[in-house]
């Protein structure tokens, strides 16, 4: 590992006088800034290399395969399916699949992860049937949720809802049941209702658990979108995937895959930046200490 | 001087999970506080002060008895007692100026308004230039400066605090008594504040109330003669380390009752 000590970041100015809270906070988020330049530069120059060996290794040795893809076959490729259309209508149809599970999926998760905290009985009467589906191998059900609600937009959007709802749902549980309850007594003794409780305390304080369990879902649902497909579609960068293979193509594989990848990693680190958005205290109070 | 708090034969248990019986912390407590009055409690660790505050608050039922609060019956947490929690309670997603009014919010106070209101408190516990800072921008001591001016805004009957201080350094927290004293010079609320420190309660109290180890009841009552405004200094001068004395011998006793009776419990 090159030069490893050097990345540690010195230790930042501690400092309470009266107004250098401010500044040295900027300061502080203006360095990593300039890490994180250079660290994407590296990490692009690594994936450059990565690709010209590839290419290489490809023309040297493979040659000609269906198994595997050159990055040259993987931009012709696109090339082709770009222009017709093609590939626009695979994105849109996967990604419109994937909000609406993954949307439904936070609509339901939060507030039932939040109900079983506020509800020991409804608690109980859900846990073991959260157990028991979220242990169902979703790749095994599929075809049946397919059958029962044809091959268009719900069935997928409903795997993917299978897959994303339960680390919401078991985030919110967590990050709710760990409030430190001297918050809730500081609200209480204030006179605040129940509902305050929740709204001004409760999820407020669970937020970034529950901002990591909308991270984890994506993936889960990108997987969702992908399984969905093979089993029945018409159209989707499962279906994509599905039929390349059938008729040994595996360039469009390839770029049906990097689109996966970049629509997946692009969604989490976007969540990332709204949870360290929504919830400074929690990302600097880890920093400060 | 008219009667501001009144607690009337006070009896509290809690049932322990072992035993499935009650275990009384408070037997028959009496006590009676006057308007503008400061009370001071002090008595051995776990005896029920915290208890009797959050009683007091509503925050927790009790079992008979009676607690009057300008004569009305005490039922529930509100915005007439200020509670100042012992440890930071401050939540860490709001900043200063936001965490002082949330008294204000919960009870419909619009937010442009709560924060032109919370200028004064910002002011009075000497937070100014913090307002948008977060709670882990801020020493111990300013922390529980906001703590303070939380439960001040909301302008209560009575002020309960907890060993505010408990968890600050020696300096920070004689500046911080000094400052209290000045703030209730100003405010004049009637104040039940619980320490440990025998010397905090002399200095701050009209009258040190001491407890005994639980169950508790109350021990002495002893008015503190001392004039005020008061110095920091009033705590060298003999008429202050006399009273220091008399209640440490009593409490002294206490504690060596309590740590008999339950061998292996923190003093
Ligand atoms: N929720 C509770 N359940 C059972 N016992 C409790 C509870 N809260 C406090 N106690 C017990 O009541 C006694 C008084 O506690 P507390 O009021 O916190 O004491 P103090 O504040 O004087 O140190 C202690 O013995 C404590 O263990
Ligand atoms: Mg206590």
Redesign the pocket.
Known sequence: MPDHASRVPAPAPLSLAAGSGARSRRRARRRPLGRAWSEALKGGASIAGGIVLWQLVFDLFIKHSIFVASPAQIVRAFLLLAPSGELWLHLRTSGVEFLNGYLLAVAVGIPVGALMVANARLNNWLTPWIAFIYSTPRVAVAPLLIVWFGIGLWSKALIVFLGAVFPVILNTYTGVTQVPLNYLEVVRSLGGSRPQLFIKVLLPAALPTIMTGLRLAVGRGVIGVVVAEWYGANAGLGYLVYFSAQVFQPAPIYLAIFFLVLFGYGAFALLGFVQRRLAPWHTQRLEAS | MPTKLEIKDLCKG????RSEQS?P?FSGLELRVAENEFICIV????????????ILDGL?PFDSGEILLDGQRVIKPGIDKGFVF?DSSLLPWRTVVDNIILGLELHGTPRREARARARHYVELVGLRGFENHYPYELSGGMQQRVNLARALIIEPQVLLM??PFASLDAQTREIMQLELLKTWGGTRKTVLF?T?QIEEAVYLADRVVV?SS?P?TIKAEIPIELTRPRPLAVKRSPQFLAYIDRIWSMIEAEVRRSMLEQPG?EV
């Open positions: 809690f049932t322990s999970l275990l912390v008595g051995p660790s776990g005896c029920g002060k915290t208890t009797f505050l959050r927790i012992q907890d060993e619980v440990h407890f639980r508790a419990a």
